[in-house]
Each structure stands twice: as structure tokens, then as C-alpha cells.
């Protein structure tokens, strides 16, 4: 680790390579400071998206389709904390690219497969909540625990050979044609056919699709509660299956928070990529990037906020019930009537 000994001296990356990029300076203090909070920021982020993927994982009762697309997304977040968090927090700290074409085009890769997935269990969760609303007899049919797993591992397959075409096609990854490159560098850049081809894949088709399902999610929840609500006001007992659609529409509220969050987090980023060559400065790109990434690590908290069984599923794990005999088969949903 390096930092700045002499306030007036020119550091290089590379001080033996002529091309090499110009090093920020920063003082000692500044370096502590942000390698602990980048450090506890990652190693956050990962406790918690492990939690939600033992507890999934583990309890038989959580083994729905909808918390399986959960634990795809907490897999998501999981890489973030583990791989890319650190990474770029290297690369902003220390100003400079360390570690290599090849690995700068392997982080980048990466990166690309966990927003386009990322992104894809975005729709699972939009798709998978209509179907329970909107369908709610059909649910159990068309949504089966198998078709959700095949249809996870789809996504996560297109994810990756959509990143590979970019990567390849002189797309995303390609820095060959940029002029004023200097060694110490790890960037990416599109030409003009794969900016249009990802500006539909990567923003319109998901957000449109995403905004159309919860729309229709919404209108129907509304006029539930209204007939909900005329049956009790009417002295009606509300029969179970009321109950279980105040339930799903429940969980259609968290999973939309989560997505409307997810979305939020990623537009004013994406937005500053297909316009990188406006005055925008590094310190509003670092940003961005950070607050995307700071949402890998409120997923978990979103759980826990609004589910009390995912809750007692993190209480388990913490007091290491989950290596008693059978702990598996315990009934976490047990007096919730939330």
C-alpha cells in the first residue's frame, strides 16, 4: 500500500513504465480510513446475504419459487460483496489498476454477469408476484419449485452469454480504440451498435416489463382490499383464501419495495454510462457505483424488516440451532399472522 509522502511530487502506477497512469495522492489518514470502511462495508454485506441464502437453503418451508428467486438475487449480492466490492474499492483507493489486463477484463466480466442477472431476477420477482396476484389459481400450476429452478439457472445462463458477446464483439470490455489510455487503467467502454443493443436490454425491455407487472400487481391488490373490506364491513367472515391473497399482496409490497429500490440504485449508473463523456466528475461516478452497490447489503434488511419468519430463520443460524438433529423441518412460520 502506497500513499503520499511529499505533497508536491508526481507518483505513477507504474513509475518504470513511460505510459504510465498519474497515482491521486491521498495522506495515510485517508487511506486507513477508507480501506476499513470499504472493508467492513464488503465483509457486511456478505454476512448478510449469507444468512438468506443458509436460510433458504436450509429450511425445507422456505423452499417456495419465490424464495428461490430471493436466494438467486442474495447470490447476486453475495458476489458483489465478496468480489467486486473489494476490487473496486482497491481500484478507488489506490487510483490505480493493479492487477492486469487479464484480471481487469475478468472483473469486468464478472461485473457484467451480476447486473445482467441481477437485472433478470428482477423480472423473476416482477413475473412471479403477477402470476400469485393476478392468477392466484393458477399459481400452483404454472409456477412449480422445478420450472422456477430451471428458469433461475436459464437466466443466469443468458446473463453470462450476453456478457461473453459483449466481451467478444468488440463491445463492452473493448479499450483497444480509446487514444489517451495510459497504463494503470481498467475501464469499459461500447461502441455505438452494442450502446443501443444494451440500452434495450440492460434498461428499456426490464423496466418496462418490471413497471407494466406491478402496475396491473397494484390495480388488482386495490380492488381486493376494496372487496375485502365491503365483505367485513358487511358482517361477512373473510374466507381463507381472502386471507391468503392479503397475504401475497403482502409480499408483491416487500418485493416491489426491493426491486423499486434495486431500480432506483441502477438508473442514475447506467445512465451515467451511456453518457460517460460529459463533464460528469469522478467523485459523482464513484458515487453512484458505491450506492449501487451499498444495495447489495439492504436486501437482507428489507427481509428482516418485513418478514418476522426470515427473522427467526437469522436466529437460528446465529445460535447455530441449525446443526441440531431435524432443524431443518422447524416451522419458522409458527405464530406469524403477519
Aim: glycine share 4%.
Amino acid at each position: 500500500m502506497a500513499y503520499e509522502t511529499e505533497k508536491h511530487e508526481t507518483q505513477y502506477c507504474f513509475p518504470a513504465i513511460n505510459s504510465s497512469c498519474i497515482k491521486g495522492k491521498r495522506s495515510r489518514h485517508e487511506y486507513n480510513i477508507m480501506y476499513v470502511f470499504f472493508s467492513l462495508l464488503s465483509a457486511w454485506t456478505v454476512f448478510l446475504n449469507l444468512l438468506v441464502i443458509i436460510s433458504i437453503s436450509h429450511f425445507k418451508k422456505l423452499h417456495t419459487p419465490t424464495n428461490l428467486i430471493i436466494l438467486s438475487l442474495a447470490v447476486v449480492d453475495l458476489l458483489i460483496g465478496l468480489i467486486v466490492m473489494p476490487v473496486d474499492a482497491i481500484k478507488l483507493i489506490e487510483t490505480c489498476w493493479y492487477f492486469g489486463d487479464t484480471f481487469c477484463a475478468l472483473f469486468m466480466a464478472i461485473l457484467g454477469v451480476v447486473l445482467s442477472a441481477s437485472l433478470s431476477n428482477l423480472v423473476l420477482i416482477a413475473i412471479d408476484r403477477y402470476v400469485a396476484v393476478c392468477h392466484p389459481l393458477l399459481y400452483p400450476q404454472k409456477i412449480t419449485t422445478t420450472r422456477t429452478i430451471m428458469t433461475i439457472c436459464f437466466c443466469w445462463f443468458c446473463s453470462s452469454a450476453y456478457t461473453t458477446a459483449l466481451s467478444s464483439s468488440n463491445g463492452r470490455f473493448d479499450t483497444s480504440h480509446k487514444t489517451d489510455a495510459c497504463y494503470g487503467e481498467c475501464y469499459f467502454m461500447m461502441n455505438f451498435t452494442w450502446t443501443v443493443t444494451d440500452l434495450f436490454m440492460s434498461l428499456l425491455l426490464p423496466c418496462i416489463l418490471i413497471i407494466t407487472l406491478y402496475l396491473r400487481i397494484f390495480y388488482i391488490v386495490h380492488q381486493q382490499v376494496k372487496v375485502i373490506n365491503s365483505l367485513m364491513k358487511g358482517g361477512k367472515c373473510v374466507m381463507e383464501g381472502s386471507v391468503r391473497r392479503k397475504s401475497e399482496s403482502k409480499a408483491a409490497l416487500t418485493l416491489g419495495i426491493i426491486v423499486a429500490i434495486h431500480i432506483l440504485c441502477w438508473l442514475p449508473l447506467y445512465i451515467f454510462y451511456l453518457t460517460r463523456n460529459t463533464v460528469m466528475s469522478s467523485v459523482i461516478v464513484n458515487f453512484l457505483t458505491w450506492v449501487y452497490y451499498i444495495n447489495s447489503g439492504l436486501n437482507p434488511l428489507i427481509y428482516a424488516l418485513f418478514y418476522p419468519w426470515f427473522r427467526r430463520s437469522f436466529k437460528h443460524i446465529l445460535s447455530l440451532k441449525i446443526f441440531q438433529s431435524a432443524s431443518s423441518l422447524v416451522d419458522i412460520f409458527a405464530n406469524d399472522h403477519s
